[in-house]
């Protein structure tokens, strides 16, 4: 199944991945001030996937060899002028806001 393979009724990687970087340029971009708080976007395990791996210009193979845990954070940074303008990839899989978490015993 190819990049562009998508289930009857669903999307396929390529799609994903279109609908992610729209969003990201056309809401999220918008609302990123300099020394502000930053956005945050709230989305599935494949959705970021493709995200990076379109941001990473990679084969659309590798989607499939990034690991995300549930509920962890992947952090992107964008630039718009210099020698490095464009996306930067700040943090992937974290899963440090989970270290505090008290499980209660189940004695």
């Given at each position: 199944l190819?990049?562009?393979f998508a289930a009857p009724g669903g999307e396929s990687q390529k799609q994903v991945e279109e609908?992610?970087?729209?969003?990201i340029h056309d809401h999220v971009l918008p609302l990123a001030?300099?020394?502000?708080?930053a956005p945050i976007v709230v989305t599935h395990g494949l959705a970021i996937?493709?995200?990076l791996r379109g941001i990473l210009e990679s084969n659309p193979r590798?989607?499939?060899k990034i690991a995300l845990a549930n509920?962890?954070?992947?952090?992107?940074?964008?630039?718009d002028e210099g020698q490095a303008n464009g996306w930067h990839v700040l943090k992937v899989n974290s899963a440090s806001h989970l270290e505090k978490?008290?499980?209660?015993?189940?004695k």
């Amino acid at each position: 199944l190819g990049w562009e393979f998508a289930a009857p009724g669903g999307e396929s990687q390529k799609q994903v991945e279109e609908r992610m970087h729209t969003f990201i340029h056309d809401h999220v971009l918008p609302l990123a001030i300099p020394g502000g708080p930053a956005p945050i976007v709230v989305t599935h395990g494949l959705a970021i996937k493709c995200f990076l791996r379109g941001i990473l210009e990679s084969n659309p193979r590798m989607t499939w060899k990034i690991a995300l845990a549930n509920t962890s954070i992947t952090e992107v940074g964008y630039q718009d002028e210099g020698q490095a303008n464009g996306w930067h990839v700040l943090k992937v899989n974290s899963a440090s806001h989970l270290e505090k978490l008290v499980v209660p015993s189940s004695k």
